[in-house]
């Protein structure tokens, strides 16, 4: 074989459940936040969101990325995920943001723009970070006076534990696990 045409290896990646292959968790996890269109109230409907967590629920499914943990504001969301090993982070992005744009359209005839265009993202480097990242996101209703404890929030990893995938391997010590 052409050494020019030889696959690349991506390092190491842990075989988990029924075909997925992950990419290495420790360079693949990212605490990501991105705001509604003028940052309007678009989740504040119960519908609305439900579906946005049902986008989230079959991309999972199709095993695109795994979400770690989530919290969806009334004009943001904050996530913490890892793609799939040939899946860029922008295509997970694409595949949450322009999901939802879809089906909101298509099935709740939501008129007028959803999203803002792009989105923040870090990269997780250890597990203080994610320690700090899902602090981050429980509490960013309690913060904002929504809720006295996370767990009371309707639309949090806090509250819909069996929504989320488990921490990484890497970062479970410091984390719910």
């Not at 989740?43 to 979400?67: A, G, Y």
């Not at 929504?146 to 479970?172: C, G, H, M, N, T």
Request: proline share 6%.
């Amino acid at each position: 074989m052409n050494s020019a045409l030889a696959p690349v290896s991506l390092g190491r990646c842990d075989n988990v459940g029924p075909g997925m292959l992950l990419a290495p968790q420790e360079t693949r996890t990212f605490f990501t936040s991105f705001a509604t269109w003028e940052r309007r109230f678009i989740l504040q409907s119960n519908p609305l969101c439900d579906l946005l967590l049902d986008v989230i629920r079959e991309n999972r499914t199709r095993q695109r990325f795994q979400v770690h943990e989530f919290v969806f504001m009334r004009n943001h969301v904050h996530l913490i995920l890892t793609p799939a090993p040939l899946v860029s982070l922008e295509k997970a992005m694409q595949f949450i943001k322009g999901g939802f744009s879809y089906r909101a359209k298509k099935e709740m005839n939501f008129n007028g723009e959803i999203w803002q265009k792009g989105y923040n993202e870090h990269r997780i480097k250890d597990a203080d970070e994610y320690a700090q990242h899902i602090e981050y996101v429980w509490m960013n209703p309690v913060k904002a006076g929504l809720v006295e404890q996370p767990e009371e929030y309707p639309y949090s990893s806090a509250r819909l534990k069996a929504e989320v995938d488990p921490a990484p391997l890497q970062f479970q010590t410091r984390s719910r696990g």
